[in-house]
């Protein structure tokens, strides 16, 4: 794939840097959106890419993902080294000693509600399900084949989500999600700058909770738009698959930076 000459002369300055942070999204980035959100895996190039970029010196890879920990970590298979933001920054993962997520008695009671109030929406609509997440829940509507149906079902549920105290509503692509502990993309990626301090980072999303985690880019970071709409990132590329060859030719312009040195 040829890049766009904007995002190659982007990862010309941004891949000679001494030290790199390279964010990752799932679903819709690193994997293909599926209508079983427990059959999504990684795109085997972009598996390869990842892998590879990993092993690189002075590289940083990390997910910031929706996804609850456990499963980013189950699903993604992600290097060795990589550090796991999921819950959209929620839960965190920076090594053995990370401490896991804990709800207070009232955000425990909230969560239950947030989830009881999904679960009598979904029942009410064959395909609609309800994913159970540590900061609250999701419903899904991508299993309807109708699409204009499916965003009816997501209106309802934004109703009924209206009135559960301390829910947080988080919009997405055929899904609907409502946390009790406040969390962006964004946030997660400050932290992890704050926690690897690196020259420049790059993010790479999909969805409506990624222009969160593109908003907070700075100059010399690369933000990457997987797929169509509006967005804040500097970049585009069509399709998920497209993003191996983003990484790859990180690995190439740092190895041709370091032949040279």
Same mark, same amino acid.
């Given at each position: ?56 010196d ?11 920990l ?16 999921g ?8 090594g ?34 309800v ?6 829940g ?11 149906? +499916?965003? /009816? #079902? &997501? ?5 009924? !989500?209206?009135?559960?105290? *301390? ?45 969160? +985690?593109? /908003? #907070? &880019?700075?100059?010399g970071?690369?933000? !990457?738009?997987?797929?169509? *709409? ?28 370091d032949?040279?040195?």
């Amino acid at each position: 794939m040829a890049l766009p000459p904007d995002l190659e002369a982007a990862l010309k300055d941004f891949a000679v840097r001494e030290s790199l942070l390279v964010c990752l999204d799932f679903d819709g980035c690193v994997a293909e959106l599926v209508a079983d959100a427990a059959s999504a895996r990684p795109i085997p190039g972009n598996a390869e890419a990842i892998e590879r970029l990993a092993q690189v010196d002075g590289v940083t890879i990390a997910y910031v993902s929706g996804r609850p920990l456990q499963t980013l970590h189950e699903l993604a298979s992600p290097p060795a080294d990589a550090l796991l933001f999921g819950s959209h920054g929620a839960e965190r993962w920076m090594g053995p000693d990370s401490p896991g997520l804990e709800l207070d008695t009232a955000q425990t009671a909230e969560r239950r509600e947030v989830l009881s109030t999904l679960e009598s929406v979904a029942a009410e609509h064959e395909g609609a399900w309800v994913e159970h997440k540590p900061a609250g829940g999701a419903i899904h509507v991508r299993p309807i084949e109708d699409e204009v149906y +499916g965003e /009816a #079902v &997501l209106d309802e549920a934004r109703s009924a !989500l209206a009135m559960v105290d *301390g829910a947080h509503i988080k919009e997405g692509k055929q899904i609907l999600e409502a946390v009790v502990v406040k969390s962006t993309k964004g946030e997660a990626i400050e932290e992890l700058r704050d926690w690897t301090s690196p020259d420049a980072v790059f993010f790479a999303g999909d969805d409506v909770t990624d222009e969160q +985690g593109f /908003a #907070v &880019l700075r100059a010399g970071d690369v933000g !990457l738009k997987i797929g169509q *709409g509006e967005t804040k990132a500097g970049f585009r590329v069509p399709e998920p698959s497209d993003l191996a060859a983003v990484l790859h030719r990180i690995i190439e312009l740092r190895a041709q930076a370091d032949s040279s040195a």
